[in-house]
Structure formats: structure tokens, C-alpha cells
């Protein structure tokens, strides 16, 4: 079964085809990133007019790569949520109309589920029910939370950022220490050499709430403090060219904070469901700091590590392909009905 | 090129909170349905395409040419008519035609009165108003200004034999306020249809004019300014 795959969610417009839920004939990603570097963010009005712009390419691109023509295409997946409303309405509409035109199924998509999905997406990748149950880390520029996984569909959350998530604490690091945009790898590179010991930035306790349990308490995040300590770190420590402390120790120990805050909830997580298998995804997974610090993790416990691909971490339209493609999703007449969900949860 | 003799037009406009689609063959309307979208009901244009083409007996195969009309207007309808239509054209690229909703909305106010020019002017949000001067020409209409953007309080200047709107709702009292002494003030609000949409696609393809660049007609850039360049590191070493 072949899935033609649309993710357009935020920033990167992205196309798929992917055979059987984990061969992946095909993935396009038009990355808009040069597009919101000089504004720091993603912008999303420059976002969906470039979705929209760029689309038809990409999913053509993707049909040619794979080799296949219109007629072997037997269904559409599209994320409709969570993401940039804007956005996921280009996606979701370029999507219903194709399965309209092809007569074909369509079937929506949770990006997060997507996700936590992607580590599967390889031809010699475990099967998901087999890996089940597993703790999944999803850490992301939007969304960064802790998921257990029984299986295809069976979600809960166990954990969840309070505010920031944790690749918008890198970007806002990165901004206030002069590094660019996107702050994830522009971090990852300035640490390079740099001591992470060097300042103990807090690692983002949160509070015991009204809102949240006490158990959730422990496995959820918080990073807005984090870069309020930079911000006025920066202001205590004024630095000269060629004076300690360096930018790559700064860069490492401001890493180092948001590293530590996700292994510890991690395991924490994993401690408290008992499993045996962890994951990592997400585009912050790719952190070479936080990969290092999972693989410890991981043999501490004595659980195994699941990572995605490189190129499936940041968002693509592969996992949204290769999840339709194992009979996950929304589908039939209630797809078709589907709107943008902006705020779309998972395992809720 | 395309031929309009006996070409079936599958059209559609979401410019305004009033989404429709129309099945046009050349000239005639086969068929239309219409309706009133909302943040709430954004999908409501995917669950009428099925019931207009059932009501028609037609299919999808046998369009021959898609017609979007490209606003100006609400830039969420816009951009999900275009993503439609581009999706319904793509796997086997049948052609798609992008004409502006607003001379669609002129040639058809221009066809049923005697007046020789018609100002469109809509709400453009951002305390702005747009407008687009268009002037009778044999077999419909043509552009005569460049889109302009305008202070609500600067539409005096703005000549012509009539004034219209699809936004009489939200501005009509300010045309009121401002309409010159020599210029008609269409006093109801004026929908872009998709069957007006069809119909100027449909008279601009026998012209041999080029479709619009396939994209909405956004009148304000994309919000954000540019940040001045980086500056440098907070810290070296």
C-alpha cells in the first residue's frame, strides 16, 4: 500500500510516499528556515504563503523520486494538527482534494503521534506494536513532552512543558547570545570546546500546582526561567573578546540545563511505567549533547534507545505516510470532515 | 491555449465569508451551490463539491479547467480555494485559471448597467481600505488602476461611475460618508460568486489573457519586519 504523505504543520513543507507504513519510496522537505532567519521565529504568515506556494512542487517532487505514478497511489495522509492553523489548512486542502481527485481514502493525522512513530521508518525498523510499551520523549521547537505508547493509537501523557518547549529555549538562548536562528543547532555548534559545568543554570523544577498532579508534577517541564537566568547572567558578566568565561562555555552550560531537564524527567518516566524500551524524537533530538546523555541513560537503566533517522526527527511527511500506511489515523467520512486542529494533544 | 468552446470550468471563490462553487460549460452555469463560511465551519466547500457534482451528473475527470477567483479577501479562504483547486489539477494537470474576485464581482456589476467604470473597494482590515478601478471593455472588463490601499478617510479621491463592495457590512457607512457627487453608490453588498469567477475566466481565456499569478492577492506584506542585522556575540572567546 502506498501513502502519498502532506505535512505542512509549520515551517517545513514537506511530501512523502511510503510503502507498507515503513519503506520509504520517497521524502521532500522544502525547509523555510532561511525564510524566518532574520526574524527570529517562525513567522506564520510567511509560512503558509510559501506552503502554498511550494506544495505542488514538492509533492510532485516526491511522486517523481519514488518512481510511481498517480494511479499506484492508494491513499493521502495529511497532519491536521497540532501546528499553525494557516498552515495545516494549505496541507489539509491540497490533501482532500487530491483524494477527491484520485478516489482514494484520505486519512488525518496527528503530527505528534507522527512522531513518535518515525523511529519505526525504516524497512529493517522494529514493528511499533513490538516495541510497545515504550516511554517516548517528544521534544520539538513547538511541542516537547513525555508519552507512553501501548501500541498504535494507545496514548498517554505522562508529561508536558508547562511553557516553553524545549527548542524554543534553544532559540531564545541563542538570541540572546547572538547565535542565529534556528538556536538548537546554533548551540549544538557554539558549545563545541566549551565547559557545561562551567554555570549551573537551573534545570526547570516545576511547581506542585492545582493543575497538575503531583505525579505529572515530577515528569512535566518548564524552561521560561532558564532563559531569564541567561539573560541576566549576561547582564552580571559582561564578556570581553578573549576573557572568560567563552561563548562555548555559556553555550555548553545553557545546553547543558535543557539536556539534564529532559534525561531526568525521561528517566524518571521510564522508572515509574516499568519499560524497556525508551524513544527519543523530535527535531531537538538530534541535539548531539542530548543523544550522548540518552545513550547513558539508556545503558544506566539497561532499557534500549529508539532514535529516528536524522532526516525523520525534524518534521517531513514520511511519518505521517508511514503511520496512515499501519491503518493508523482518521479516516472515511469523518476524515473528510477533518478541520485544522491547532491544538491538538496527545494521549489526552 | 485553451479553448472555451464546450470547456467544462469547475470554479470556486472563498474571497469572502460566502464560499461557492459553480460548474460552468463555456458560458453556462450548470450548476452552483453557496454558502456562509466561519472559523467554525472552514470545510464546508469539500462537503458541497461532491453534492454539486452529483446534482450535475458530472465527474472531476471530465473538468477541464479549474477557476479560483484570487480576492482580494480573507486569506485563509483564499489560500484554501488555491490549495484546492491546485490539488484537484494536479495529478493530471489540468489547467488552472486564477482571476481576481474583484473584476469578476465589476464585469458582472459593469454587464447589467450602464455605468463605464466600476471602483471595487473592500475592507483590506489594518484600518485600510483597498480598491481597484475596472472599466467596460467589449465582452466584460479590464483593470484601469493598480491595486491601491487607502486611509479610510482618503476614498473621495477615488473617481469613477460607480462605487461597490463586497464588504457593504463592515464599510458601507464609511462609502456613504465619502462618495463623490458624480459617482453611484451601490448601497448592498456585492458577492463574488463562483459562477462570476467561471464567467470572467471563461471571456479572459477566449481573449487570450494569461491567467493571475496562482496565487491570493495579499494587499499587506507578511506582518513581521526584519530585525536589524545580528549583532555581535554577547560573549567571545
Not at chain 1, 482532500?96 to 486519512?107: E, G, N
Request: charged letters at 20%.
Amino acid at each position: 500500500m502506498n501513502v502519498l504523505g502532506i505535512e505542512t504543520s509549520c515551517d517545513e513543507t514537506a511530501a512523502a510516499v511510503v510503502a507498507d507504513g515503513r519503506t520509504v519510496l520517497a521524502s521532500v522537505v522544502f525547509s523555510q528556515i532561511p525564510l524566518h532567519q532574520p526574524y527570529g521565529g517562525v513567522v506564520p504568515e510567511i509560512a503558509s504563503r510559501n506552503h502554498l506556494t511550494h506544495l505542488p512542487r514538492v509533492i510532485e517532487s516526491a511522486l517523481d523520486q519514488a518512481g510511481l505514478t498517480w494511479a499506484q497511489i492508494d491513499a493521502v495522509a495529511v497532519t491536521y494538527g497540532p501546528g499553525l492553523a494557516s498552515s495545516l489548512l494549505v496541507g489539509l486542502s491540497t490533501a482532500k482534494a487530491l483524494a477527491m481527485r484520485l478516489q482514494v481514502p484520505l486519512v488525518g493525522i496527528n503530527h505528534l503521534e507522527a512522531h513518535v512513530y518515525s523511529p519505526m521508518l525504516s524497512p529493517d525498523g522494529p514493528e511499533f506494536q513490538a516495541v510497545c510499551p515504550l516511554v517516548a520523549l517528544m521534544v520539538s521547537g513547538g511541542h516537547t513532552c513525555l508519552v507512553r505508547a501501548d501500541g498504535p493509537g494507545r496514548y498517554r501523557r505522562l508529561g508536558w512543558t508547562l511553557d516553553d518547549a524545549a527548542g524554543e529555549a534553544f532559540d531564545k538562548g541563542a538570541n540572546l547570545l547572538g547565535l542565529g536562528y534556528p538556536g538548537g543547532p546554533a548551540i549544538d555548534r557554539a558549545s563545541e570546546g566549551g565547559d557545561p559545568c562551567y554555570i549551573r543554570f537551573p534545570r526547570g523544577q516545576t511547581h506542585k500546582s492545582a493543575h497538575v498532579s503531583p505525579q505529572a508534577s515530577d515528569l512535566c517541564f518548564s524552561f521560561s526561567g532558564l532563559k531569564t537566568a541567561l539573560l541576566y547572567y549576561l547582564k552580571a558578566h559582561p564578556c570581553l573578546p578573549g576573557s572568560p568565561p567563552s561563548l562555548a562555555s555559556i553555550a555548553a552550560s545553557y545546553q547543558e540545563a535543557i539536556v539534564d531537564a529532559l534525561v531526568e524527567r525521561l528517566r524518571l518516566a521510564v522508572n515509574h511505567e516499568q519499560v524497556k524500551r525508551m524513544a527519543a524524537v523530535g527535531g531537538v533530538s538530534l541535539n548531539r549533547r542530548l543523544r550522548e546523555k540518552l545513550k547513558q541513560l539508556a545503558a544506566s537503566l539497561k532499557v534500549e534507545l529508539l532514535l529516528s533517522q536524522p532526516e525523520y526527527c525534524v518534521d517531513n511527511a514520511a511519518m505521517v505516510a508511514g503511520l496512515a500506511g499501519i491503518g493508523q489515523g482518521i479516516s472515511g467520512a469523518a476524515a473528510l470532515e477533518l478541520d485544522a486542529m491547532p491544538n491538538l494533544e496527545i494521549g489526552r | 491555449m485553451l479553448k472555451t468552446h464546450d470547456m467544462l470550468i469547475l470554479a470556486m471563490d472563498q474571497s469572502t465569508d460566502c464560499g461557492s462553487l459553480a460548474l460552468l460549460q463555456d458560458e453556462h452555469v450548470l450548476g452552483e451551490m453557496s454558502w456562509t463560511d466561519s472559523r467554525c465551519h472552514r470545510q464546508q466547500l469539500f462537503d458541497r463539491l461532491p453534492a454539486l457534482l452529483e446534482r450535475t451528473s458530472l465527474a472531476l475527470s471530465q473538468v477541464d479547467c479549474f477557476a479560483v477567483g484570487l480576492g482580494p479577501g480573507s486569506y485563509t479562504g483564499l489560500r484554501m480555494a488555491v490549495a484546492t483547486v491546485m490539488g484537484l489539477a494536479l495529478p493530471d494537470r489540468r489547467s488552472v485559471y486564477g482571476v481576481s474576485s474583484a473584476e469578476a464581482m465589476a464585469a458582472a456589476f459593469l454587464a447589467e448597467s450602464v455605468a463605464v467604470s466600476a471602483m471595487v473597494i473592500g475592507d483590506a482590515r489594518r484600518h485600510q481600505l483597498w480598491a481597484r478601478l475596472f472599466t467596460r471593455q467589449e465582452g466584460g472588463c479590464a483593470a484601469a488602476s493598480p491595486w491601491m490601499l487607502r486611509e479610510p478617510e482618503a476614498l473621495a479621491e477615488l473617481q469613477a461611475s460607480a462605487w461597490i463592495t463586497p464588504d457593504w457590512d463592515r464599510i458601507g457607512f464609511l462609502l456613504k460618508a465619502q462618495v463623490p457627487s458624480a459617482c453611484r453608490l451601490i448601497e448592498e453588498r456585492r458577492i463574488p460568486t463562483a459562477a462570476l469567477v467561471g464567467l470572467a475566466a471563461c471571456r479572459r481565456i477566449r481573449a487570450a489573457i494569461p491567467s493571475e499569478p496562482l496565487t491570493p492577492i495579499y494587499l499587506h506584506p507578511a506582518v513581521a519586519v526584519p530585525r536589524p542585522p545580528a549583532s555581535a556575540p554577547a560573549a567571545a572567546g
